[in-house]
Structures are given as C-alpha cells and as structure tokens.
C-alpha cells in the first residue's frame, strides 16, 4: 500500500491565503483527522487533496511522485465525500449508487450497490427515489458510495452531518474496518468520530494571519468566494493580530 | 467505453422520468414555427420562400431553451465534483452528457421538422436536405451550447447569458444549414453546404468537450 503525501501546500481561496505551508504524511491504515475553527480551510485542503483544488504552491505524491504526473492513478486512488450528498431525485437510492459503482470501474454495480446499502444499515431505501429521503438517509447512501466504490483514501468532509448517533457508530466500524485493510482515511468533524491512533492536524497553525495574499500583483483575484459560510471568519482573521 | 455509455444511459433516465426537458423543447420548436403564419399572413409563396430559415432558427432557439441545465442541477446536487474525481476523463463526461442532450432534444426537433416544413408549405424537393441539416446541425448545437453551458455554470442569470454568448457562435450553422435547403429548393446542389456542415460537425466534436471540460475544472474549484 503506497504513502500518500503533501508537502509545503498553499491554498489560496478568491483573494484570501486560507492555508501556507501545510505537510501531511498518511501511511497505510493511516487516520488524519482535521481540526480547526470555520473557514480555517478543512474542506479546502480535501478539496486539494481530491484534486478539485490546485494547490498554488506545494505537491501531494503517492509514494514521491507527484499527482500531476499521474492524475489517473490518483483518480483511482480516491474517494471523496463532500458537503453535497449527489443524490438524484427522479432515480432510487439503488440506481444512484450503483452509477457511482460503475464509473468506479464495479464488475457488478447494481450487487455492489446494494450491499453497500445493507453495510450502512439501510436495505429498505435501495427502491426508495432519492426525493424521498431524509437528509439522514442521503448521507448514508453518500457514505454507501464508499462501499459501492472501493478505494484506498478516503476524503470525507464533515461525514456525520445529519447521521444519527447509531449510524455515528456504524460508520466509525466501517473506518475502522477500511484502516485495517490498510486504507487511509482523511476527515474533518466537528462531533468526535473515534479514530484511535489517528493523527490530528491543526489547520489553525497554517494560517497565515496577516495581509491578504498579493494584493501588489492581484493574480488570481477578484473571484468571489463561492462558501458564504467562510465570509464572517475571514473578517475575523483578518482583524487577529 | 462502457462508462461512457453509463453516463449516457444515466442522463437519458433522467430526462425521460423527468420528461419536461424533452417535451419542452420540442413543443417550444413546434409553436415557434406556428407563429410565422399569423405574424406574416398565411399566404404560400411567402410561407414557402421562408420556410428554410423560419424553422433553422426556432431549432436554435430551441435547442438553447434547455442548454442552461445541461450540467446546471449536476452542479448543484455534487455530481459534477464527482464526475471531475471519476476515471472517466472529464472531456469524455462532458461528451456523453452532450450526447445525451442531443438524444433527448435534437432528435424530436429532426422529426417534427419535416411536419412543419408542410406547414409553411415548404417544396416537396427540400424535406429530404432539411432533415439532413438538421441531423448534422443540431449535434452542433449541443456541442457549442456545451461549451456555454459549463462557462455560464455558476452565474447569476446564467441562461441569459449563455443565449447572449452562444447565438452569435450558432451563425455559421444557421448561414449553412438554411442554405442547403435553399439551395436544393432553387435546383442548386446543396453538397458544398452539407460538407460545410459537417466539417463544423468534425471539429466541434473533439474541441467542444476539450473546451468545455476546461470550463467545468474552473466551476468545480
């Protein structure tokens, strides 16, 4: 199982440096979990890790070779949670998760499908149309998707959002589980998920309080920050000395 | 491959159990055309004179009515962050949603053309070229729309926008599409018209989905 890295990573959001300077280190069976204030950049840096986001400085690497060099293979490598739940009203909760099985490459999609569906301890929604469900049960069909579609690292952006505490549990299991067959796991929470033996990276350490980014050559700005949810912690870091 | 047809097979089930996208367009195209003859009077050989050009434009008009969520409600729900993350090349998404656009939106527009061609009381001699433009014309709508489609993603008022850029680009196929049927219609081989055509067809289909996946890499970051 490769290692999965990044070095010296900077993001920048519209004209705001959100993270400088950033290392990470995620071996096989690894656990890193993100930690820090809103808008400190925890989406941010899955949204880099994922490949969503390029990083302005720095480099993500599987084993030391960096990502750009093979974005297939990255590709292949990575599964990634985000806040949106990419749940299709008009087709059932079976049918959404077994396209996301297929274009992972599933021999059987529609078997992957709903096993992954009884994984999460929701058999009875796989007939269910997805405007039908509860948020709950969309993030767990979102969270299936990680079953349905095997790969190596895991990116889950606030994963427990809108999940009760027993499927809390049922997922912390399914980590668990991933971790043991030597996955990885990268995720950001606000409620504790137990990840024993993970690590911890504190976002807050990367920011670069201060000046925004560059505002002499204005490269890249200008661009409105599409989170309103970051606008008020901007305004906050900023005044902090 | 069989991702390509996976993404295709999931648009075209959308469409169809949504239904409004498909029927919209071609109903749209449909009363469009009927209009002509209230507004210019019903006499034939008017009709019949701009016949060629009255249902080209109404095809464009509305093939652009249901371009703005070509990649719009993927956007939304984070299906299009997904399908960016997915093996399946971007280009090659963006190509199997034109497709799908063009299944759901170009074809009824292809067969309900030669019924208002009769309408407008178009010659007999043209039906045959006015279908044959319109099967190489609209793919290149939904190619060139897509493009729009995935750089207006995001915007305030995205589908006015998205009219405002692409029309003029939709110039040279109206220019050549109307004018095979003219052609045919005045004893004219309409040949170097339809070859016209599908050199824009050959060329929009490799650079239209590079461009538009470009597009969406920006709207996703």
Redesign the interface.
């Known amino acids: 199982m490769p290692v999965f890295t990044g070095t010296e990573l900077t993001c920048l959001r519209g004209d705001r440096l959100v993270f400088t300077g950033l290392d990470f280190r995620i071996g096989p069976g690894g656990a890193l979990v993100l930690l820090g204030p809103n808008g400190s950049g925890k989406s941010s840096l899955l949204?880099v890790m994922?490949?969503?986001?390029?990083p302005i400085r720095g480099q993500l690497a599987w084993d030391g070779v960096p990502v750009p060099e093979d974005p297939?293979g990255h590709?292949?490598q990575?599964q990634?949670v985000?806040?949106?739940?990419?749940?299709?009203p008009?087709?059932t909760a079976a049918?959404n998760l077994a396209?996301?099985a297929?274009?992972?490459?599933a021999a059987d999609p529609a078997a992957n499908a709903l096993a992954a569906l009884d994984r999460l301890g929701v058999p009875h929604i796989a007939g269910v149309p997805g405007r039908y469900l509860s948020a709950g049960q969309k993030r767990r069909l979102n969270l299936a998707r990680l079953l349905a579609a095997p790969a190596a690292l895991w990116l889950l952006d606030e994963p427990t959002v809108a999940l009760d505490r027993a499927a809390i549990a049922l997922f912390e299991g399914l980590i668990a589980e991933h971790r043991a067959e030597g996955g990885m796991v990268v995720l950001s929470t606000h409620t504790d998920i137990a990840t024993p033996g993970g690590d911890e990276l504190h976002l807050d350490e990367f920011a670069p309080y201060g000046e925004p980014y560059a505002e002499d050559d204005g490269a890249e700005g200008g661009e409105p920050d599409?989170a309103p949810d970051l606008a008020p912690d901007t305004a906050g870091e900023r005044a902090a000395p | 491959m069989s991702r390509f047809l996976r993404l295709v097979g999931r648009d075209l089930r959308l469409a169809l159990r949504q239904g409004s996208d498909a029927t919209i367009a071609v109903m749209f195209f449909v009363l469009c055309v009927v209009l002509f003859p209230f507004g210019v009077g019903p006499e034939p050989n008017i009709l019949a004179r701009i016949a060629a050009g009255v249902i080209w434009v109404a095809a464009l008009l509305a093939s652009l009515l249901s371009l703005e969520r070509l990649f719009q409600t993927d956007y939304e729900d984070g299906s299009l962050e997904l399908l960016s993350l997915s093996p399946l090349p971007l280009e090659a998404a963006v190509l199997a949603k034109t497709l799908a656009h063009w299944l759901v939106t170009g074809v009824p527009l292809i067969v309900a053309a030669p019924l208002l061609a009769v309408l407008l009381n178009m010659d007999a001699a043209g039906f045959g070229v006015l279908v044959l433009t319109l099967a190489l014309g609209t793919p290149i709508l939904s190619l060139i729309g897509g493009i729009g489609a995935a750089l207006t993603l995001g915007a305030r008022r995205g589908g006015v926008l998205l009219s405002l850029l692409i029309l003029p680009l939709y110039i040279p196929v109206l220019i050549f599409g109307a004018g095979a049927i003219d052609a045919a219609l005045n004893g004219l081989t309409p040949r170097p018209h339809l070859l016209l055509l599908a050199c824009i067809l050959a060329g929009a289909l490799p650079l239209a989905p590079w461009a538009g996946a470009a597009a969406l890499r920006q709207a996703v970051e």
């Open positions: 949204r994922a490949g969503l986001l390029k297939d590709r292949a990575v990634y985000g806040h949106l739940d990419a749940v299709k008009v087709l049918e396209f996301w297929a274009l992972a490459g599409t």
